[in-house]
């Protein structure tokens, strides 16, 4: 069904106002849908509905037993779509699902479901240029009747796809701004480095009283100490120092980012930056920062104008406003490989035939 569907969609180019997209769910024609059960994974299939029926006792209602990824695909000038490290993507899953008690998803059945799932909503990637791209959502919910605290015994792995544009309000490489929290994101020894759910729920009050201070996200410390920087509701962090190096935080509680991996290793091998991945204090080290910049799929690299916190703003780079070059060369550097305009020289690129 898959190869007649996907020629199909191709010649139907949706006619959306991709410039004014912002990071919200629109509907697309197809996803991909696959259970579990009796230790086994069906082959799954691409279906049209997207609304899921489960059961009133499913875990993934109560207990949080679910994860999810997020990655994205980009169209190219001369016409090829591209995955971003999906590889990672799926290991990260296989990770949580292991947190969780979850099975892994057979690293196989993973990318073809994004393939497919790419391939199917052709007619939904946004064009070269656009300045959008295709937003796909893997996840994994533990379904079937249960009740006490136990693993669900059935699962269902199911990927769709949205056309997005910037996560945060402006587009291109908008500066945003955070505010710390007075909340804890997640424990040392919990879940904060896995993409679950449950650690997002726990997040919305940060991130609504953030935006309250005029902030665009909230911005986590250590949840031991409340003295290192851990990451935003959304993005890990990273950080140019002024004394020329590159520096993220060491965390156990963090979720390790995909873009932030990429965007050190671009640092260190194409722009000669010496990277870091360590302890943050905020007090003592916040006058050392140079440009500090929020990364991830959805939030790519948003340059961190100003933190909120101990009652005030305080500026990180110029007038807490403007770009700096550090974060400008990042951002070129990844959304050049990203969108294969730069040579792939990491080897990071998937490309999806259609
Ligand atoms: N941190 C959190 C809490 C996230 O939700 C995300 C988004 O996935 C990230 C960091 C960035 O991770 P990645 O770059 O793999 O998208
Ligand atoms: C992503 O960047 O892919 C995420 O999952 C972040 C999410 C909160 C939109």
Same mark, same amino acid.
């Given at each position: 069904?898959?190869?007649?569907l996907?020629?199909?969609?191709?010649?139907i180019?949706?006619?959306?106002?991709?410039?004014?997209?912002? +990071?919200?769910?629109?509907?697309?024609? +197809?996803? +991909?849908?696959?259970?579990?059960?009796?230790?086994?994974?069906?082959?799954?299939?691409?279906?049209s509905?997207?609304?899921?029926?489960?059961h009133?006792?499913?875990?993934?209602?109560h207990?949080?037993?679910?994860?999810?990824?997020?990655?994205?695909?980009?169209?190219?000038?001369?016409?090829?779509?591209?995955?971003?490290?999906?590889?990672?993507?799926?290991?990260?899953?296989n990770?949580?699902?292991?947190?969780?008690?979850?099975?892994?998803?057979?690293?196989?059945?993973?990318?073809?479901?994004?393939?497919?799932?790419?391939?199917? &909503?052709?007619?939904?990637?946004?064009?070269?240029?656009?300045?959008?791209?295709?937003?796909?959502?893997p996840?994994?919910?533990?379904?079937?009747? &249960?009740?006490?605290?136990?693993?669900?015994?059935?699962?269902?792995?199911?990927?769709?796809?949205?056309?997005?544009?910037?996560?945060?309000?402006?587009?291109?490489?908008?500066?945003?701004?955070?505010?710390?929290?007075?909340?804890?994101?997640?424990?040392? &020894?919990?879940? $904060?480095?896995?993409?679950v759910?449950?650690?997002?729920?726990? $997040?919305?009050?940060?991130?609504r009283?953030?935006?309250?201070?005029?902030?665009?996200?909230?911005?986590?410390?250590?949840?031991?100490? $409340?003295?290192y920087?851990?990451?935003?509701?959304?993005? &890990?962090?990273?950080?140019?120092?002024?004394?020329?190096?590159?520096?993220?935080?060491?965390?156990?509680?963090?979720?390790?980012?995909?873009?932030?991996?990429?965007?050190?290793?671009?640092?260190?091998?194409?722009?000669?930056?010496?990277?870091?991945?360590?302890?943050?204090?905020?007090?003592?080290?916040?006058?050392?920062?140079?440009?500090?910049?929020?990364?991830?799929?959805a939030?790519?690299?948003?340059?961190?104008?100003?933190?909120?916190?101990?009652?005030?703003w305080?500026?990180?780079?110029q007038?807490?406003q403007?770009?700096?070059?550090?974060?400008?060369?990042?951002?070129?550097?990844?959304?050049?490989?990203?969108?294969?305009?730069?040579?792939?020289q990491?080897?990071?690129?998937?490309?999806?035939?259609?």
């Open positions: 069904m898959g190869r007649e996907n020629l199909d969609a191709k010649v180019k949706k006619d959306l106002n991709w410039a004014e997209l912002g +990071f919200q769910y629109h509907r697309t024609d +197809f996803r +991909f849908s696959a259970s579990y059960e009796n230790g086994q994974w069906s082959d799954g299939e691409l279906i509905e997207e609304s899921i029926a489960i009133e006792g499913a875990p993934s209602l207990y949080a037993q679910q994860c999810f990824e997020g990655l994205k695909a980009q169209a190219a000038e001369d016409g090829r779509i591209l995955l971003f490290r999906p590889d990672l993507n799926s290991e990260r899953m990770h949580a699902a292991g947190r969780l008690l979850m099975p892994d998803v057979p690293g196989k059945l993973f990318l073809r479901a994004v393939e497919e799932t790419v391939r199917a &909503n052709y007619a939904w990637i946004p064009p070269y240029g656009s300045g959008a791209s295709l937003y796909i959502r996840m994994l919910i533990g379904v079937g009747e &249960n009740l006490g605290l136990k693993p669900a015994q059935q699962f269902e792995f199911r990927v769709f796809v949205s056309p997005v544009g910037p996560y945060y309000k402006a587009a291109g490489l908008a500066v945003i701004s955070l505010a710390v929290s007075a909340m804890d994101r997640a424990a040392p &020894n919990g879940t $904060g480095s896995f993409k759910g449950a650690n997002y729920a726990g $997040g919305l009050l940060a991130t009283e953030a935006q309250q201070l005029g902030a665009s996200e909230a911005l986590y410390l250590d949840s031991a100490e $409340g003295r920087i851990d990451e935003a509701g959304s993005a &890990n962090i990273v950080i140019a120092m002024k004394d020329g190096k590159l520096i993220t935080p060491a965390s156990r509680a963090i979720l390790p980012s995909i873009t932030r991996r990429s965007l050190m290793q671009i640092a260190e091998h194409t722009l000669g930056m010496q990277t870091e991945e360590r302890p943050i204090e905020l007090h003592r080290e916040f006058a050392d920062f140079e440009e500090m910049g929020a990364c991830g799929t939030a790519v690299l948003s340059p961190v104008g100003k933190i909120w916190f101990d009652d005030a305080h500026t990180i780079y007038d807490g403007s770009v700096g070059p550090i974060m400008q060369q990042l951002y070129d550097s990844l959304m050049g490989i990203q969108k294969g305009e730069l040579s792939d990491f080897g990071w690129l998937h490309e999806v035939t259609v």
